[in-house]
């Protein structure tokens, strides 16, 4: 394992130690950011802040840093979040009956301050990871961002909500020949497995991605969208079990069937203690997700390795699945209005189903959701919207890809039954699926 310690200091910086290899080739590389016990009115010191950059090919680098103090972050955020939720009250109605100086220009200026400091905050850091990741060549560079350490609640809740995404580490790592791939994606780790293992790769089992979709409450959205997004997933292999508006007693398919994907569409929201969630199963029932824990360790004891809730203000839903050690889960971070979390799905879904990663997939589905909206819809207006979906994780193994789960990432012939008719050598492309069987079994039917 090769290890580079950097003690940084505001006053003066010294690298102790050095041992790299230069142009070393990998997959991937996780820069996981290990906040400690410290709080941005005094800053996280040298003890509190810890980054390693770690490689799918188990090599590793460790950075001990310091960032100074920064007030002004929890309270632009907060600022933002003000101007944000108004924004979403004045889109529904509820604010129009009086004056306000709320408006899509003060929440962009709030959006572009708050991006701002966050980019001020982090660049000494962004300086001594340059150098660093320079020496590899990866398809694929995430953010982790650890929070275990963090004893306050207001703290720890700032670090969940910040944009890391936003973080303009890119520009320092796009230029020179040796550029790059920075995704520019981030994760956050409420609780971390080292023993979690997300898939066998080494499964012959010819099998297919098998989802599961709650469809909560339906009041005031249409969860019918979300429906016939997730069927779309059929022609790329996936065997879907709907549970729409369900009583409890349904949960019973999370016991019996095996299953890679849960997917929730309605209504959620964070409670209080920013520890719990709950979901509105249908229009009269709420559930917290610590009312069927062992239902949910039943579902990941058989496989469930991913989790998608498509609905508002789910970072209690993620902490408490993570508690049970959920490999991976996605959630919106603050309210959402349906038609934005559903042409959000739809991107992710489209990529994810193609055969991205899951940090590649939300990438791409943030990108189209600003850039492929006209000027005056709501993704423009609400600045700052196309960072609330965040990817939560407590294992350091990379998410299992959509053929990993078993799903066919090419276009699907639109018919291949040829009634009793014998296939024939032009009916070859009509003749798929068998890859895996023959593979695995072929070789002994000589």
Same mark, same amino acid.
């Given at each position: 394992?090769? =290890? ?8 003066? %910086? ?6 790299? @290899? ?28 810890? @980054?390693?950059?770690? !490689? ?6 460790? %950075? @001990?840093?310091?960032?100074? +103090? ?17 924004? =979403? ?41 340059? +150098? ?17 350490? *963090? ?9 969940? /909500? ?11 790592? &796009? ?14 780790? $409420? ?16 099998? /297919? ?36 508006? +369900? ?24 409670? &209080?203690? !920013? ?54 889960? =996605?959630?919106?971070?603050? *309210?959402?209005?349906? *038609? ?11 990529? #994810? ?8 997939? *939300? ?21 700052? =919207? ?11 193994? +990379? ?30 492309? #009509?003749? #798929?699926?068998?890859?895996?069987? %023959?593979?695995? $079994? ?5």
């Amino acid at each position: 394992m090769s =290890i580079l310690y950097i003690y940084v200091n505001t006053e003066n %910086i010294k690298i102790t130690r050095v041992t790299l @290899v230069s142009g070393k080739s990998c997959m991937g590389i996780s820069i996981n950011l290990e906040f400690g016990d410290g709080d941005f009115e005094h800053g996280f010191n040298r003890s509190q802040f810890i @980054v390693t950059i770690a !490689t799918l090919d188990l090599q590793s680098t460790q %950075i @001990v840093a310091q960032l100074s +103090p920064s007030p002004e972050i929890p309270r632009l955020y907060q600022d933002w979040k003000h101007q944000y939720h108004n924004l =979403i009250r004045q889109q529904r109605g509820f604010n129009n009956d009086r004056p306000t100086h709320i408006s899509s220009k003060s929440c962009q200026k709030q959006a572009k301050a708050l991006r701002r400091q966050l980019h001020e905050w982090l660049k000494p850091l962004s300086l001594e990871l340059e +150098p660093i990741l320079q020496q590899y060549r990866a398809d694929e560079i995430h953010l982790v961002i650890h929070t275990q350490k *963090v004893t306050s609640p207001i703290t720890k809740d700032t670090l969940h /909500r910040l944009p890391w995404q936003e973080w303009d580490l890119s520009s320092h790592l &796009s230029e020179g020949n040796n550029s790059i791939n920075y995704t520019g994606e981030a994760s956050l780790c $409420f609780n971390f497995n080292k023993a979690n293992t997300v898939i066998n790769s080494n499964n012959n089992k010819i099998r /297919r991605v098998k989802i599961i979709s709650i469809f909560g409450s339906s009041e005031g959205i249409n969860t019918n969208q979300d429906r016939y997004l997730i069927s779309n997933l059929k022609r790329r292999g996936a065997e879907l079990t709907y549970l729409t508006e +369900p009583s409890r007693a349904d949960f019973i398919q999370l016991w019996e069937q095996d299953c890679d994907i849960l997917f929730f569409a309605g209504h959620s929201e964070t409670q &209080s203690d !920013t520890q719990t969630g709950v979901i509105n199963i249908n229009p009269r029932d709420k559930l917290s997700l610590a009312e069927i824990k062992k239902t949910l360790r039943a579902a990941i004891a058989k496989g469930l390795k991913l989790a998608i809730f498509n609905s508002c203000d789910g970072l209690g839903l993620a902490k408490e699945l993570a508690d049970l050690n959920l490999p991976y889960i =996605i959630v919106w971070r603050e *309210v959402v209005p349906d *038609v934005i979390a559903q042409k959000f799905i739809e991107h992710f879904l489209s990529s #994810f189903a193609e055969g991205k990663s899951l940090f590649a997939s *939300v990438k791409e589905a943030r990108d189209k959701l600003y850039e492929l909206a006209e000027r005056e819809s709501l993704e423009k207006q609400l600045s700052g =919207i196309t960072w609330l979906p965040i990817i939560c994780q407590t294992t350091n193994e +990379p998410p299992p890809s959509w053929s990993d789960l078993g799903g066919l990432t090419g276009t699907l012939p639109d018919n291949p039954y040829r009634g009793l008719a014998a296939f024939r050598e032009e009916d070859a492309p #009509f003749y #798929f699926g068998r890859e895996k069987f %023959i593979a695995v $079994f072929g070789r002994g039917c000589l």
